[in-house]
């Protein structure tokens, strides 16, 4: 689900998507302009301390993310909201890092709804995280839950001008084309958008692992059950992962979670749950469930997210402030400090002991 993120400015009201094929998620966003440039712009003397890359990269194999040592990947990782929050970016990055976050997904911005971002600024967080051994997940969210394949094509030409962040940093970045693009539960549109967009990535020359969010406002998971190997299929790289996101659609309980991720895995195709909470205005999340599948199964997750919700869901940040002092108990603890939160279950990528 789209969350409303901005507590300086007026926004709408977020109406939840319910779970059949038929439904259409209605979710407005909260428009809050970004600053235009990350705090941490300049790049500084930690890239040229940056590991040395693999040549390889992170690839998949079968339902396995596998890092450029062919070492799996598990994720263990936080949302952040860069295109919103730009000025506190390096004390948020701190932050999540100091979790024990193996990776932290990093929303960013084509311009189409919010400021553009630059290859610099990218360079930067890429940079940041780095330092920091996590692996940095970039998505644009202009197109959340639109379902015009134009907007899914905005992303992509973003990303095919922002080749330069990514060529290069296979081992340290994936490519999460674009957040939550589709709205309506159904398969058809998503295929086509996707089918259509990755081969022109790969044809840039951009060969990151790509992360594929299901339709639905990235809760119908039943999409990439019914179109993912077609999509990944048209991948020339064989080199594309899938993303459900669970609110109180796609995570409400363990038969409904199951469901989701093995209708992934079943196919032979890697998934993780790119976003959850523990609750959302569609109804309660099993959170603990989705946690306990995820370790016992090896698949990744990203909790949404550090801080800044707002417009009444202010309930999904993780912290109470930027430096994680005041971690929220009902989310925050769980997530980080949780039997099977991120302390006790994140490994940091290897390719950071290469």
């Not at 296979?170 to 709205?183: C, K, M, Q, S, T």
């Not at 707002?310 to 769980?334: I, M, N």
Request: glycine letters at 12%.
């Amino acid at each position: 689900m789209k969350k409303l993120l901005s507590l300086l400015v007026p926004f709408a009201m977020l109406l939840a998507g319910c779970g059949s094929d038929d439904s259409s998620a209605s979710k407005a966003d909260a428009a809050s302009s970004a600053a235009g440039s990350s705090a941490a712009e300049s790049t500084s003397s930690e890239a040229n301390a940056s590991p040395a890359s693999s040549g390889k990269g992170f690839h998949v194999e079968g339902t396995k993310l596998l890092d450029g040592n062919g070492n799996e990947f598990v994720m263990r990782g936080i949302n952040h909201a860069h295109s919103w929050f730009a000025g506190d970016d390096p004390i948020a990055l701190m932050a999540i890092d100091q979790t024990g976050a193996n990776c932290v997904r990093l929303v960013l911005a084509d311009g189409e709804q919010w400021t553009k971002d630059s290859v610099e600024t990218i360079n930067a967080l890429v940079d940041k995280c780095k330092e920091y051994e996590m692996i940095a997940i970039v998505e644009v969210h202009d197109a959340t839950g639109r379902d015009s394949i134009d907007d899914l094509q905005k992303a992509a030409d973003f990303w095919i001008e922002m080749k330069d962040a990514l060529i290069g940093n296979e081992d340290y970045v994936i490519l999460n084309i674009a957040n939550e693009w589709v709205g309506q539960w159904k398969s058809k549109t998503w295929a086509q958008g996707y089918t259509t967009v990755i081969p022109q990535i790969r044809e840039a020359g951009i060969k990151n692992t790509i992360m594929v969010d299901s339709a639905g406002w990235g809760q119908y998971g039943k999409s990439i059950k019914e179109k993912g190997r077609e999509v990944f299929d048209s991948d020339p790289e064989k080199n594309t992962m899938f993303s459900i996101h669970m609110y109180g659609s796609a995570g409400k309980n363990s038969k409904t979670i199951e469901e989701n991720l093995t209708g992934v895995t079943d196919q032979g195709l890697c998934v993780c749950v790119g976003e959850f909470g523990y609750n959302h205005s569609d109804g309660d999340v099993d959170e603990g469930y989705i946690m306990e599948y995820c370790d016992a199964n090896n698949i990744g997750w990203l909790g949404w997210s550090w801080k800044g919700n707002g417009g009444g869901v202010e309930y999904l940040d993780l912290s109470f402030d930027w430096e994680g002092t005041q971690l929220s108990p009902e989310w925050g603890e769980v997530l980080v400090n949780g039997e099977k939160g991120i302390k006790a279950t994140s490994k940091t990528c290897s390719i950071f002991a290469s």
